[in-house]
């Protein structure tokens, strides 16, 4: 092993390299499996995202949960897809892009008991159920033994054509609470009472069988893998750790590597709000002692050390990792080249997730060249070099602006950057604050680090410029990312217009709360018409500072939008535990000098509510003033030397982070270009002769 310079010898460790049966990975940084809204219908794309993994130094790159068969699909997710050998070249894509950086293809093999809403199969699992995980008016009907033997069937035959299409690992996948496999090993999905049921060695027969064929499928071409949900957090109900010990004294030495996850997916990808690194490190410790094959374990591990005490206090001999490996394709590079404070950390805001569950390709929140490998041509680290010399003004250092700056002084342009406030990170620096949200100082933490070292890039604080003084100061091009404002007036998805409002009641915004102003008195109602995290968290904050709050909101639950990013039940739990009282399914119609007035939004029932004030979370307003003055004096700008003024993230339209961190790329690397009329990027399905 070359040592390269600038290592610190403590990470030497996370280096070395560890055999999987017969194929050798030549670090520990394994991506373990990740799915991300391309799957099967966008294959260019999907395999340039995985040839960026690679290419940023993780040994093993594992694909998403792929369908072997038919009778088991996801749609209308978009996974990946193995059903027959038509699917072959698509994977060849994936592992040549892999395999073209030194690093090892996995292909994660799956059948669901999913209620195969495209092909229409009647879906199966061991037990008669509803399907598991979402409500769908169909139910899992139970296996007989020509279903197990099909079973073993399609999946010895997806073995053979994974390595036909040069996968190094393929995975037995018995994990997440939806696999067949992890259903039959648990109690709560399994009530049979043949050999497949009953005792842990039935419910275990047909993960052994599997595992065997696989096995003797692979032939010492591939390693075998075996993903395994630890303990279900059910308690007795389930697979709990007591159970997988059970099942590793039987059957730990088939595979050659061991994946252990805990729980369904929301516990094992739970946000930073609800969970910290190596979260689950109790469930895995110990588990390595009972089999002498090598281990992988996940917990939104960007910690070097974190990494290394998993590997010298033997709880794992891989550090797994599926959101740290996006937000930071390039994190093993970064740490074997000592460049520690060049990681992109992972902030735990499950954007990435919200893409697989909104059947869109995956977007990161901290990397936004993620999913846009092949579709744009970005890349995390590398950015093509200016087109020419220009002196830039990004008014703005929120996260849409401090990108935009991070991207033109990478490109070499000469850059300034101005901030009103006192301190960089605008709604970032402000979400931080709030509870739970401290680790999305990240999208600060990096940019700022990176720019801090451009000597091309100037910021500036408590610089509000004027229109007329930007056109004295001579730049060539603008960029405004002043952001937006939350509206005071009550406009949202439920009302399009202005309420009509008592001016003596109190009627506070986010912005508000976070510039320190607080309700009058202790009865506070937040109407939240917005869904995502806000109102959540600011419902939070007022309880714990002591007001009484009730939550109104026109959805079925609260933060209705966190559903997509496997939040939301978590959510709701927190503020009933706190204490607070929430109206779901009604609107804030109007205010009065004592309360609110709210109308149901099925019955458009009214009543009053009593309350000292109110706190408005509804929509926002893009600050665009200073645009609109920009673009009055048109006429000045040639005599300025000014060419382009743009609007940028939420000053353009307010989104999430991941979109305005994502506008502020799109700028830097747009700037210059002059190909804007190229058909966008897509893959085109073929008609069927
Ligand atoms: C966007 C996303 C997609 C995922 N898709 C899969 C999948 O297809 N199969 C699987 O076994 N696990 C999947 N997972 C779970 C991860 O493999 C991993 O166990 C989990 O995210 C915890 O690891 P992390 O903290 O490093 O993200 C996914 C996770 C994320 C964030
Ligand atoms: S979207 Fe958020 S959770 Fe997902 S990888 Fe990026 S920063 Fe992490």
């Not at 340039?48 to 790159?61: D, F, I, L």
């Not at 065997?212 to 071409?221: I, L, N, P, S």
Request: include cysteine.
């Amino acid at each position: 092993m070359t040592v390269p310079q600038g290592r610190d010898p403590r990470y030497d460790v996370l280096f070395e390299s560890v055999a999987i049966g017969p194929v050798v990975a030549r670090n520990r940084f394994f991506q373990v499996p990740q799915c991300n809204g391309m799957g099967y219908r966008d294959p260019s794309a999907l395999a340039a995202m995985r040839g960026m993994k690679a290419e940023g130094g993780w040994a093993v790159v594992a694909t998403e949960e792929t369908e072997i068969h038919p009778s088991s699909e996801f749609a209308p997710y978009i996974e990946g897809r193995i059903w027959d050998d038509r699917d072959i070249p698509a994977h060849i894509g994936v592992t040549e892009s892999i395999h073209a950086h030194g690093s090892l293809a996995a292909i994660e093999l799956t059948h669901n008991g999913s209620p195969n809403l495209y092909t229409r199969i009647p879906p199966m699992g061991p037990s008669h159920r509803p399907v598991h995980g979402e409500i769908q008016p169909i139910q899992i009907r139970r296996m007989n033994r020509s279903d197990i033997s099909d079973l073993r069937r399609w999946h010895r035959e997806a073995v053979e054509r994974s390595i036909e299409a040069g996968y190094d690992i393929v995975y037995v996948y018995a994990g997440h609470d939806f696999t067949t496999l992890n259903h039959f090993l648990s109690r709560q999905h399994n009530d049979r009472t043949d050999e497949y049921g009953g005792s842990l060695e039935n419910r275990s027969r047909l993960l052994r069988e599997i595992l065997e064929e696989t096995y003797e499928v692979a032939d010492g071409r591939v390693g075998v893998a075996c993903r395994i949900n630890v303990d279900e957090l059910v308690g007795d109900r389930g697979i709990n750790r007591e159970e997988t010990v059970g099942i590793l004294e039987m059957l730990g030495e088939i595979p050659d590597m061991w994946d252990f996850m805990v729980g369904g997916w929301p516990e094992d990808s739970a946000t930073s709000r609800f969970g910290p690194e190596a979260e689950r490190e109790e469930y895995i410790r110990g588990l390595k002692d009972l089999t002498s094959k090598p281990v992988v374990g996940v917990g939104r591990f960007t910690s070097p050390d974190t990494m290394v005490r998993m590997i010298r206090q033997g709880i794992l001999d891989f550090i797994g990792a599926a959101r740290p490996s996006i937000a930071d394709p390039f994190l093993p590079k970064k740490i074997e080249e000592g460049r520690i404070e060049d990681i992109r950390e992972c902030i735990g805001c499950n954007i990435c997730v919200a893409s697989d569950t909104l059947m869109s390709p995956i977007r990161c929140t901290q990397n936004p060249a993620m999913g846009e490998e092949w579709r744009k041509g970005w890349h995390p680290e590398i950015i093509r070099p200016k087109h020419a010399d220009a002196k830039i003004l990004v008014v703005g250092g929120g996260p849409a602006g401090l990108e935009a700056a991070m991207g033109l002084g990478n490109r070499g342009y000469e850059v300034v950057l101005i901030e009103a406030s006192r301190e960089l990170g605008g709604r970032v620096a402000r979400d931080a604050l709030l509870p739970g949200l401290a680790s999305w100082i990240r999208v600060l933490d990096y940019r700022r680090t990176q720019i801090d070292r451009m000597k091309n890039v100037d910021y500036y604080f408590e610089s509000a410029m004027t229109a007329d003084e930007i056109l004295e100061y001579g730049f060539n091009h603008v960029a405004i990312a002043t952001g937006a404002t939350w509206r005071r007036d009550g406009v949202g998805y439920a009302h399009t217009y202005p309420l009509d409002l008592d001016p003596q009641f109190e009627v506070l915004t986010p912005d508000d709360l976070i510039a320190s102003t607080r309700p009058r008195g202790k009865e506070v109602v937040i109407f939240d018409d917005d869904h995502y995290y806000v109102g959540g968290v600011v419902t939070e904050l007022l309880i714990k500072e002591g007001y009484s709050v009730t939550l109104v909101t026109p959805a079925a639950d609260v933060s209705t939008w966190t559903h997509n990013t496997m939040e939301q039940h978590r959510i709701q739990a927190r503020l009933l535990n706190l204490g607070a009282n929430l109206i779901t399914g009604h609107s804030v119609m109007t205010t009065d000098t004592t309360g609110v007035v709210l109308s149901c939004v099925y019955t458009g029932k009214e009543r009053r509510f009593d309350c000292d004030s109110a706190v408005f979370i509804t929509s926002r307003l893009p600050n665009e003033g200073l645009y609109l003055d920009l673009l009055d004096r048109r006429p000045s700008w040639d005599d300025a030397g000014l060419s382009t003024v743009t609007t940028v993230g939420d000053a353009l339209n307010p989104g999430t982070i991941a979109s305005a961190i994502w506008d502020g790329r799109r700028f830097a690397e747009d700037l210059g270009r002059v190909d804007d009329d190229l058909p966008f990027p897509r893959e085109i399905a073929r008609i069927a002769p």
